[in-house]
């Protein structure tokens, strides 16, 4: 792979975690700041935590380690599952401030000098007493470690222990946490770590980031907007999330080139983002044509218009890919088969099949063809590859 787009991809995953962090971690400080949250978890332990002004260092290097481990880790798998699970933690967390907010018990000493009150001054800037349970610093100290353990060898590797742990540890000596919020932190972690597993990264890209944005989504339009508008939306994006989970590929019910209205009661948001997509890449677009001939016979782009609809052959047989854009009118006739398949996910072979065996029935007999999908980007010219590839098999064989 080459090194400067592997880069790219780790810088991208590093701006993604920090805009959702953020996005979401001021508004629900601010949220509890305005609801003047004065519950505290603090127990009779906690009173017995004696204040450390020099752990200020380490409290404030979980930042830097946040950043690091997007450029330390080794593989792409790797830096796809440290990149989710923090992420999964952040708004996971966050969602959780808003849902149980809660204020530190103890003021902490104003008199405090050195670096160690540079550190503070910059905190009193940026946090507030709230975002208490879980802690994201050490939730984000547990998520760093899985990533690292297997980096790094020998005293690094202690070194690395060490360090975590005292940047866990710096929460309580800080007065930032209370150990119950140490102890939701190390659950969130572990639930993080266990959420997204190694090896499965790709199969469920789409539907982790449909989960990822329903939270924000809960977070910004229900949490602080009160919206129930949003709240519908977060409640589509879920379902969308579990039909790619599920790799259910009909899940929008799309009958005879059109949506039946539980769809659109269901999963609008979804719906109404694809629509919006598919006009700004026909505004991107408008010079070019919306189709293509790969092969005698077959043409494969995007879901047309009426008006480019009929550039297409008399008589042609259309096969649509697209679940999430209803089909033009004149192309709904009885030439018109629909076989959905989920988009920006790989589809079973068994999904494949009947696809690529009415195609080349169809070109076999030599009717016109045209398959498309949303935007004409992946799933069309991927069932055209494969038609291209069994047909040069076949020839091999008949040659050989």
């Given at each position: 792979?080459?090194?400067?787009?592997?880069?790219?991809?780790?810088?991208?995953?590093?701006?993604?975690?920090?805009?959702?962090?953020?996005?979401?971690?001021?508004?629900?400080?601010?949220?509890?700041?305005?609801?003047?949250?004065?519950?505290?978890?603090?127990?009779?332990?906690?009173?017995?935590?004696?204040?450390?002004?020099?752990?200020?260092?380490?409290?404030?290097?979980?930042?830097?380690?946040?950043?690091?481990?997007?450029?330390?880790?080794?593989?792409?798998?790797?830096?796809?599952?440290?990149?989710?699970?923090?992420?999964?933690?952040?708004?996971?967390?966050?969602?959780?401030?808003?849902?149980?907010?809660?204020?530190?018990?103890?003021?902490?000493?104003?008199?405090?000098?050195?670096?160690?009150?540079?550190?503070?001054?910059?905190?009193?800037?940026?946090?507030?007493?709230?975002?208490?349970?879980?802690?994201?610093?050490?939730?984000?100290?547990?998520?760093?470690?899985?990533?690292?353990?297997?980096?790094?060898?020998?005293?690094?590797?202690?070194?690395?222990?060490?360090?975590?742990?005292?940047?866990?540890?710096?929460?309580?000596?800080?007065?930032?946490?209370?150990?119950?919020?140490?102890?939701?932190?190390?659950?969130?972690?572990?639930?993080?770590?266990?959420?997204?597993?190694?090896?499965?990264?790709?199969?469920?890209?789409?539907?982790?980031?449909?989960?990822?944005?329903?939270?924000?989504?809960?977070?910004?339009?229900?949490?602080?907007?009160?919206?129930?508008?949003?709240?519908?939306?977060?409640?589509?994006?879920?379902?969308?999330?579990?039909?790619?989970?599920?790799?259910?590929?009909?899940?929008?019910?799309?009958?005879?080139?059109?949506?039946?209205?539980?769809?659109?009661?269901?999963?609008?948001?979804?719906?109404?983002?694809?629509?919006?997509?598919?006009?700004?890449?026909?505004?991107?677009?408008?010079?070019?044509?919306?189709?293509?001939?790969?092969?005698?016979?077959?043409?494969?782009?995007?879901?047309?218009?009426?008006?480019?609809?009929?550039?297409?052959?008399?008589?042609?047989?259309?096969?649509?890919?697209?679940?999430?854009?209803?089909?033009?009118?004149?192309?709904?006739?009885?030439?018109?088969?629909?076989?959905?398949?989920?988009?920006?996910?790989?589809?079973?072979?068994?999904?494949?099949?009947?696809?690529?065996?009415?195609?080349?029935?169809?070109?076999?007999?030599?009717?016109?063809?045209?398959?498309?999908?949303?935007?004409?980007?992946?799933?069309?010219?991927?069932?055209?590859?494969?038609?291209q590839r069994r047909n040069r098999r076949c020839l091999s064989r008949s040659t050989s």
């Amino acid at each position: 792979m080459d090194r400067h787009v592997l880069v790219r991809r780790r810088a991208g995953h590093l701006l993604l975690n920090w805009l959702v962090f953020a996005c979401c971690y001021p508004l629900a400080n601010l949220l509890a700041e305005r609801g003047q949250v004065t519950r505290s978890l603090a127990t009779g332990l906690d009173a017995a935590i004696p204040f450390l002004p020099w752990m200020a260092v380490p409290y404030a290097s979980a930042g830097l380690l946040f950043s690091l481990v997007f450029f330390a880790v080794r593989s792409d798998e790797a830096l796809r599952v440290a990149s989710r699970r923090l992420l999964l933690a952040t708004v996971a967390g966050c969602l959780l401030f808003a849902v149980l907010p809660a204020r530190f018990g103890m003021v902490r000493p104003a008199d405090v000098g050195g670096l160690p009150g540079l550190v503070f001054a910059w905190l009193d800037l940026v946090d507030r007493p709230y975002n208490q349970f879980p802690s994201l610093h050490v939730a984000y100290c547990a998520i760093v470690w899985c990533a690292l353990r297997t980096v790094l060898r020998g005293a690094l590797r202690r070194l690395l222990c060490a360090w975590l742990v005292l940047v866990a540890a710096s929460t309580l000596f800080t007065w930032q946490h209370h150990l119950a919020d140490v102890g939701g932190g190390l659950l969130l972690g572990g639930a993080c770590a266990w959420a997204v597993r190694p090896g499965a990264t790709r199969r469920h890209a789409v539907s982790f980031y449909y989960t990822i944005a329903a939270g924000v989504l809960a977070l910004v339009g229900v949490a602080a907007l009160h919206s129930w508008i949003a709240a519908w939306a977060v409640a589509g994006l879920l379902l969308v999330a579990l039909a790619y989970r599920r790799r259910h590929a009909g899940f929008l019910s799309k009958h005879a080139g059109r949506h039946r209205w539980h769809a659109w009661l269901l999963f609008w948001p979804y719906l109404a983002g694809y629509r919006l997509t598919w006009m700004l890449v026909r505004l991107r677009e408008r010079h070019r044509a919306p189709f293509s001939q790969p092969l005698p016979g077959v043409w494969m782009g995007r879901r047309l218009t009426a008006r480019e609809a009929a550039g297409l052959p008399p008589g042609c047989h259309v096969i649509d890919l697209c679940g999430e854009l209803p089909e033009v009118a004149p192309l709904l006739h009885a030439r018109y088969r629909h076989f959905p398949l989920l988009d920006l996910q790989a589809p079973r072979p068994s999904q494949l099949r009947p696809v690529l065996a009415l195609l080349a029935r169809l070109q076999d007999d030599g009717h016109p063809v045209y398959v498309h999908c949303a935007m004409g980007y992946s799933r069309s010219r991927l069932i055209v590859r494969l038609h291209q590839r069994r047909n040069r098999r076949c020839l091999s064989r008949s040659t050989s």
